[in-house]
């Protein structure tokens, strides 16, 4: 047992089934938070120095919104994934037109 690299994978595999599962609950919270960092920084950087919102503030606003965007299209596709799976599909035929042991790929 090495503790690192099993604590690492044990991690990896979590983050997995987090992303797949609840795409959500992974992706708006950072979206959100840079979202706001964003514009509270260019805002204030607007504010202060009197010569309009910062590059770096509207990088981090637009990489939040990306990030949003990003979970959306995750959830999107998680919850089209599980629509499908749970469908009683027929199985697929194999090449030479027999129906085989084929089915939906997960």
């Not at 994978?9 to 979206?31: C, D, N, Q």
């Not at 009197?50 to 998680?78: E, H, K």
């Amino acid at each position: 047992v090495k503790p690192l690299r099993d604590g690492l994978a044990t991690l990896y595999l979590i983050l997995k089934l987090v992303i797949v599962f609840h795409p959500l609950r992974f992706f708006v919270p950072p979206g959100i938070a840079l979202v706001a960092i964003g514009f509270t920084q260019g805002t204030y950087r607007a504010l202060v120095s009197g010569r309009g919102f910062t590059v770096a503030g509207l990088l981090v606003a637009v990489t939040g919104l990306l990030t949003l965007f990003f979970g959306i299209l995750a959830d999107q596709i998680s919850t089209l994934a599980a629509n499908l799976a749970e469908r009683d599909l027929p199985p697929l035929p194999d090449d030479d037109g027999d129906e085989g042991a084929g089915g939906a790929v997960a």
